[in-house]
């Protein structure tokens, strides 16, 4: 009997998820975006595209730390030579280290706007173009009813949107499939080597629509993400704490 | 932009062609003539009759009393103008504005055309050259307006190029014949004694017009450039336009886009047959109290696509005003292009490219709200110098001529102006151990570099920049560089950008 409701319940769950637009992956076709064990935080294990993701950055070096890792992630999304938008009111992005992370600047299209409206309304009309294969904007403040307008464009058409929130004043409830916090994290050597090491992040899933949040830390090796050892965080944060 | 024009004058027109038609005229000396009242006159001589004192226009009788083995042609009517049409078709080669000048010359605007030929002077060499080698005894000059390139081919003597604006410098030592007057103004210019431009350039307006008629003063006017002088081409540059007359005022909004749809189908109708499609299309609104409204649109790829291009008047209709109401609409396309013919993909892969048809509408879209200066893309560039180190692309066409360099890491995000920093540093060349920025230590754990990046000495002068990728002991990324070299003075320290 408990066997049987426990059945019961993760059937509903499934076919509400069905319902909310999170299909279950389809056999042969889970290829995940190389984010690792992070993605199992999402739905049905499986990174949504085609909704729009928040990312929080309210410091400029955590912003760096997001374009990193996004440009991970687009490097994915772009693989078949699709081209992105990047809309933002004061660009700061440099284009030449997108290359470190397999994107070609080349295939970004950088949007310059005055206001934030107009980034509202320019991540809209990109969001409804089925031919981009992501949209970036930089916006500071959203409501929900903006974030709604967003999420309604990118179900139609499956376009993955990113909102970057720099300095973000106030954060409030919106669509957003997930809130994504990313800070930078002191970068590992081998003994003895000079210089600094491969980039490496901590990334807080902070809210995610029917997932589970929670807390990683990745780094940037050979194009793709490696999850850093558990260990040999809890060895670093330890070593943080004692010279910190 | 400035205009140019040259003038061809063929200066034995029909004698030429016919030694060319006929060689054994060659070296002979003959004349063309066409009976005129009862009497045969003179229309054309060639150059051995014309140095024995023949000239244009004299009785046939008296040529032949002045050389003796004279040969007579009797003239083809309409020849002249014929030939004057085929050497015209034949300069399209080298303007593709040309107007015949009738009843010996050519007329070819040539405005930014001589650049292709390496300049005005080998432009016009080329031009007559080719026609002497050909046969034809022809004298061409070059000026700002075609009035004084028309007086400077037949009259000048100093030099054929005439300099931007030097129009009055160049015909006032010029006879007044030069100024394409009809006889009986230029016999009263001689009764009266005016042998020069010179000499009646001084003189008022009105009085010459009383004197002479309004004539002088519209040849004088066209020679200077003062007045617009329109050319009969030979091939007629028709525009791209369509206007819509209105039955009544239209002042609603609905109104306006069935106007905008109806006139876009015509024009895109006839793009479409030509292969050609708009970049730039100006909607004008005439509107019942006189003033007119614009809209105006462009697009990032040449298109004759209607839905497209109505989506993108579509967002400037609330811009027009309609006041009492809009009795004629225009649209004009002032710039158009060559359609690339689309291909449709046999196989296409999931994702999308940038010559994609709807991301180039959309990049349309976005860029007649924001303004197209706004949407960047860009290329590598092989210089060193951060800042120089892209550039942006001219269209959604360009390719990256060479591969992004990956060599050194460079930051994701780069400060528009490197920013002062303080720092405590080690001699000469260590990395600094700890900085200040905005009123924050950080303490210096693991640093790269330096990574000197010298400044293009052929471009500007400065110092050279030192930089070091450095990471603080929370793990923070940045660039730092040390402006020049380290001297016992204050080095500057500058942060540049922000490692992911």
Redesign the interface.
């Known amino acids: 009997m408990h066997q049987n409701r426990n059945d019961i319940i993760s059937r509903l769950q499934k076919d509400i998820l069905l319902w909310q637009g999170f299909s279950p992956p389809v056999a042969g076709k889970a290829k995940g975006i190389g984010l690792g064990p992070l993605e199992a935080a999402f739905p049905n294990g499986v990174f949504p595209t085609g909704s729009i993701h928040e990312m929080l950055c309210p410091a400029?070096?955590q912003?760096?730390?997001t374009?990193?890792?996004m440009?991970g992630i687009l490097a994915t999304l772009?693989?078949?030579?699709?081209?992105c938008l990047w809309i933002s009111t004061s660009r700061?992005?440099?284009?030449?280290?997108?290359?470190?992370?397999n994107v070609?600047?080349?295939?970004?299209?950088?949007?310059?706007?005055?206001q934030e409206k107009?980034a509202l309304?320019?991540m809209e009309?990109?969001l409804k173009?089925?031919?981009?294969?992501a949209v970036i904007a930089e916006i500071r403040e959203i409501s929900f009813a903006q974030s709604r307008r967003l999420q309604l464009a990118v179900e139609s058409s499956k376009v993955t949107g990113f909102l970057l929130r720099n300095d973000p004043r106030k954060l409030g409830t919106t669509t957003c499939v997930a809130r994504w916090q990313v800070?930078?994290?002191?970068?590992q050597?081998e003994d003895g080597l000079?210089?600094?090491?491969f980039?490496?992040?901590q990334v807080d899933l902070l809210r995610v629509r029917n997932g589970t949040p929670g807390s990683w830390q990745l780094e940037?090796i050979d194009d793709s993400f490696v999850p850093v050892a558990q260990e040999e965080a809890e060895i670093m944060s330890e070593n943080n704490r004692m010279?910190? | 932009m400035n205009k140019r024009f040259i003038s061809l004058w063929f200066r034995h027109l029909l004698t030429d062609w016919l030694t060319l038609r006929r060689p054994e005229l060659k070296g002979v000396p003959f004349i063309i003539t066409t009976p005129v009242q009862n009497r045969v006159v003179v229309t054309a001589t060639n150059l051995l009759v014309e140095a024995q004192g023949v000239t244009v226009g004299m009785p046939a009788a008296d040529a032949k009393a002045i050389v003796p083995d004279l040969v007579v042609i009797d003239e083809i009517p309409g020849q002249a103008a014929k030939l004057i049409k085929a050497l015209g078709e034949w300069c399209i080669r080298y303007s593709p504005l040309v107007a015949a000048d009738l009843p010996d010359g050519l007329i070819l605007d040539v405005s930014g055309c001589a650049h292709l030929w390496g300049g005005e002077r080998a432009y016009l060499k080329e031009i007559v050259t080719r026609l002497i080698s050909k046969g034809y005894d022809v004298r061409g000059a070059m000026a700002d307006t075609a009035g004084t390139a028309w007086a400077i081919a037949r009259f000048g003597k100093i030099k054929p190029i005439i300099g931007p604006g030097m129009q009055t410098d160049a015909l006032l030592t010029l006879p007044p014949a030069a100024l394409r007057l009809e006889p009986a103004i230029l016999e009263r210019l001689q009764k009266l004694g005016f042998y020069t431009i010179k000499s009646f350039m001084g003189i008022g307006r009105s009085v010459l017009r009383r004197r002479f008629g309004q004539e002088l003063l519209l040849r004088i006017d066209q020679a200077l450039g003062n007045e617009n002088e329109p050319l009969q081409l030979l091939h007629p540059v028709e525009p791209y336009t369509e206007r819509l007359p209105c039955l009544e005022p239209i002042r609603t909004a609905t109104a306006i886009e069935i106007a905008i749809k109806t006139l876009l189908e015509n024009l895109c109708r006839r793009l479409q047959s030509e292969g050609m499609g708009m970049r730039t299309a100006i909607l004008k609104g005439y509107r019942v109290d006189g003033r007119i409204i614009q809209a105006a649109i462009g697009t990032s790829k040449a298109t004759h696509h209607t839905g497209h291009l109505f989506k993108l008047f579509e967002l400037k209709i609330a811009t027009l005003a309609p006041g009492l109401g809009i009795e004629l609409f225009t649209l004009e396309a002032p710039k158009v292009e060559e359609v690339e013919p689309e291909q449709e993909a046999l196989w296409s892969p999931e994702g999308c490219s940038l010559e994609d048809s709807s991301l180039t509408e959309l990049l349309d879209k976005l860029a007649n709200k924001i303004g197209a200066g706004n949407i960047h893309r860009y290329l590598p560039q092989e210089r060193y110098w951060p800042e120089q180190s892209i550039k942006p692309a001219l269209s959604v066409k360009d390719k990256p001529a060479t591969t992004w360099r990956t060599g050194r890491p460079r930051p994701s995000l780069l400060l528009n102006r490197p920013e002062k920093i303080e720092v405590t540093f080690r001699l000469p060349d260590y990395p600094p151990m700890l900085f200040i920025y905005k009123g924050e230590v950080h303490h210096i754990n693991k640093a790269d570099g330096p990574e000197r990046i010298e400044r293009e000495w052929w471009a500007d002068q400065g110092l050279h920049r030192d930089y070091y990728m450095i990471e603080d002991n929370e793990g923070r990324r940045y660039w730092l560089f040390r402006l020049g070299h380290y001297t016992d003075v204050e080095s500057a320290w500058y942060l540049h950008g922000y490692f992911a």
């Open positions: 400029p070096e912003a760096a730390a374009a990193g890792l440009a772009m693989q078949q030579g699709g081209a700061k992005l440099f284009p030449p280290a997108l290359i470190t992370f070609q600047p080349h295939q970004v299209i950088f949007i310059d706007v005055q107009d309304w320019a009309e990109g173009c089925e031919g981009v294969a800070s930078p994290l002191p970068s050597l000079p210089g600094v090491g980039p490496r992040w940037w010279t910190g």
